[in-house]
């Protein structure tokens, strides 16, 4: 996947920062939204967010940035959030990963 784009790097710093901040709260609010259902539709969830961030420099773990993204400890966003997968959305996610691609 290209992340690289002459406008997108234009973009100022502190407002892409805003940008992220109001979709991670954004997807902190919307527990419907399943990481499973975001994984089906666009190939990315919560936890990629946490991936990227620590890919992007984030000095915790990956539980602390977890954590971050959820608003809470993993384990207690699945325990309290997080609904068992349907073999269809299992299906779906496979094809929409399936499209992701790493250069």
Known sequence: MDTNSDALDQLDDAVAAQAFRRLVRHLQDRHD?????LMGLS?????????????AGFEGDKAAARELIHG???????ATRQTPATEEQLARMKASVAKNRVD
């Open 33 to 37: 939204a399943q990481n499973i259902d």
């Open 43 to 55: 190939g990315f969830c919560r936890n990629c967010l946490a991936d990227w961030i620590l890919d």
């Open 72 to 78: 809470m400890p993993q384990d207690e966003w699945k």
